[in-house]
C-alpha cells in the first residue's frame, strides 16, 4: 500500500510539472494595415490605414524556462481605403456605372474581418521578472466578412454631396490566408500573472482576391498587442 500511495504520489507530481508549464490570458491589438497590388507596376492596392482593431484569447505552453510554443485567437479588421477597385470589381459591374455626368464614383473603402490564429514560438531573452523576448511562427486567417463603402459623388447646382453605399464583398476574399509573422515583445512577471506588450508584423504572400481575373493584392500589417497571462 505504501508503495502503490507513493507511486500515485510521484504520478501527481509529475503531471503537476506538466500542467504548471501551461498560461492562458487575452490581449487586444492595434494595427496598421498596407495592401499591396500583385501586379508589380502598379504596387500600392490601397492607402495605408491607421486604425484596425483586435481582441481574442493567449493559451501557450514553456517547454522550458525560456522558450515556449504560443497559439492566440483573434477577431481583426483589415481596413483599406481609396482602393483599386478594378480589382475586385469587374467593368461593367452596375454598382459602378456612372448613370449621367453629374454622378461619379468619388473612391471606394473596404473592410475586412478575420479570425486570426497565430501560432508562434517564443523565446525570452531573460530569466527576471522583467523579460524581453522574440518570437516567430505563422497567421492563419479565415475570413469571416467584408465589405466595401461605396462614395459617390452627386453634382448640381447647388454643389456637390456624396453618398455611401455598402456592398458585401466576403465571397470574392479568399477564405483562408496564411502569412508568416515576427515579433518582439517586454513581459513584466508579478507571480503566477504576467502583463505584456509586443510588436509584430505580418507579412502578406498569399493573393486574398477570389474573383477570377489577373489582378489581385495581398495584406501586410504591424501590430500592436498588450495582454494579461496567468500561469497555472
Known sequence: MVVFLSNLNAQDEGSNIVFN??????????GTVDFESTDLSIKDFAERTYLNLSYGIVAGFKITGKLSVQAEGSYAQYSANKI??????SENNPLLASYSSSSTIDHIDMDLFYVDIPVILRYSLSDNDFAPYVYAGANWAINMTGYTTIVR??????????REFNDDITAQIQYNEIAP?????????IGRFSVFGDARIKYGLMNLSNVQNSLGFTNNALWLSAGLTFSF
Do not use: W
Open 21 to 30: 508549464r501551461f498560461y492562458v490570458g487575452v490581449k487586444a491589438g492595434y
Open 153 to 162: 459623388a452627386i453634382t448640381d447646382f447647388q454643389g456637390t454631396i456624396y
Open 84 to 89: 483599386l477597385y478594378d480589382h475586385i470589381y
Open 181 to 189: 509573422i515576427v515579433g518582439a515583445g517586454l513581459s513584466l512577471n
